[in-house]
C-alpha cells in the first residue's frame, strides 16, 4: 500500500513538473461562430491542438494538410472531442506551389472570408531534397509555401478584416541567417542551418507584411511555440535509435511541451483582443519577444 501510495505521489509530482514546465496558458473566453479558419498541418501535433481550440470555439475550421487521409482520421477525432461538425479537410501540400493554387481556388470558390490563417506545417532537418518547383524543401515548405499561400489568400483575408495571419517561427531564426547568395543551398547543405534560415524567413516575412497590410485590419504575428515535443522531429537522428526510446524520449518527453502546451501562443495570437498595434511583432510563451534582424536583412527589407 505504501508503495503504490509513492508511486502515485511519483506520478501525480511529474505530471505536475511538466504542467509547469509547459509555459503559460492562454484564457481568453472567445467565440468563432461564423469565422473561417485555416490551419496547415492540422491532421497532428501543434496544429491539431490549435484547430481543436478553434472548433470548440465554434469556428468553421478547414484542416489544410498533406496527408488527406490522416486529416480525415484526425477530422473524426476533433468532431468527437469538440462536438463540431464544421470542420472539413483540404488537401494541400506546400512543396508544391500547384498544389497551393488548387487549394487557394477551392477554398475561395466555397468561402468569400478567411478570419484567421495559421500557417503552421512544416519540415526540420530533413536530409536535402527539393520542392517540386526546385526550392531546398526546408526554405520551400517552411517558408515559400506559406508565403504563396498567404499572397493568394489576401483577398479573402482582408475581407474578413479584423482578421489575422499567424506564422510559426522558432527561436532557431536568432541562430539564422538569409544566404542570398546560395537560398538553395546548393553550395553546402547544413539541415541544421537551412531549418534556421527558413525560421528567420517566416520571422522577416511576418515584419514585412504586417508593414504591407498596414490599415487594412489585417494583423500578423510570428510565433515560437516553445521546445514542442511533435513529429516534425522524426528527422532528427536520435529520433529513431533504440538509445533514444529506452533513454532519452523519457527525458524530452518530461522536459519539452506537449503540443497543446506548444499551441497557446498561436491561439492568443490568433485570437487576444488589443494585439493589432504589434502587427509584425514576435511572440514567445505569449509576450512580445527581440526579433533577430541583422543590418544587412532590414536593408533589404
Not at 482520421?73 to 500547384?98: F, G, P, Q, Y
Not at 526546408?138 to 478584416?161: C, E, S
Not at 553546402?188 to 487594412?216: H, I, M, W
Request: hydrophobic share 40%; proline share 2%; net charge positive.
Amino acid at each position: 500500500m505504501v508503495v503504490m501510495s509513492s508511486i502515485g505521489v511519483g506520478v501525480g509530482c511529474t505530471v505536475l513538473f511538466k504542467e509547469l514546465l509547459g509555459g503559460c496558458r492562454y484564457t481568453g473566453d472567445e467565440k468563432l461562430n461564423g469565422k473561417n479558419v485555416i490551419v496547415t498541418g492540422s491532421n497532428t501535433g501543434l496544429g491539431k491542438e490549435a484547430a481543436r481550440e478553434f472548433a470548440k470555439r465554434g469556428a468553421n475550421v478547414i484542416m489544410a494538410c498533406r496527408d488527406i487521409k490522416k486529416c480525415r482520421r484526425t477530422r473524426k477525432e476533433l468532431i468527437e472531442a469538440t462536438k463540431n461538425t464544421n470542420i472539413v479537410c483540404e488537401e494541400l501540400d506546400l512543396a508544391s506551389l500547384e498544389s497551393v493554387r488548387e487549394f487557394v481556388t477551392r477554398i475561395t470558390a466555397n468561402i468569400g472570408k478567411v478570419h484567421i490563417l495559421v500557417n503552421n506545417a512544416g519540415v526540420m532537418r530533413c536530409p536535402r531534397t527539393l520542392t517540386k518547383e526546385g526550392f531546398e524543401k526546408q526554405l520551400g515548405v517552411n517558408h515559400l509555401g506559406h508565403f504563396f499561400l498567404t499572397l493568394q489568400l489576401l483577398d479573402a483575408i482582408k475581407a474578413a478584416a479584423p482578421s489575422r495571419i499567424v506564422n510559426l517561427s522558432s527561436v532557431a531564426h536568432l541562430r539564422g541567417q538569409i544566404k542570398f547568395n546560395d537560398l538553395n543551398s546548393e553550395q553546402s547543405y547544413d539541415p541544421a542551418e537551412a531549418y534556421n534560415q527558413s525560421k528567420l524567413a517566416n520571422t522577416l516575412f511576418t515584419r514585412e507584411l504586417a508593414r504591407k497590410l498596414e490599415g487594412t485590419g489585417v494583423s500578423t504575428f510570428a510565433v515560437h511555440p516553445g521546445i514542442v515535443n511533435t513529429e516534425i522531429n522524426r528527422h532528427m537522428g536520435i529520433a529513431s535509435s533504440f538509445v533514444a526510446t529506452i533513454l532519452v524520449k523519457p527525458i524530452l518527453w518530461l522536459f519539452t511541451k506537449s503540443p497543446r502546451q506548444g499551441a497557446q501562443t498561436v491561439i492568443h495570437c490568433a485570437l487576444a483582443e488589443g494585439l493589432e498595434a504589434d502587427s509584425g511583432a514576435y511572440f514567445s510563451e505569449i509576450r512580445l519577444c527581440k526579433v533577430n534582424i541583422n543590418e544587412f536583412c532590414n536593408a533589404v527589407l
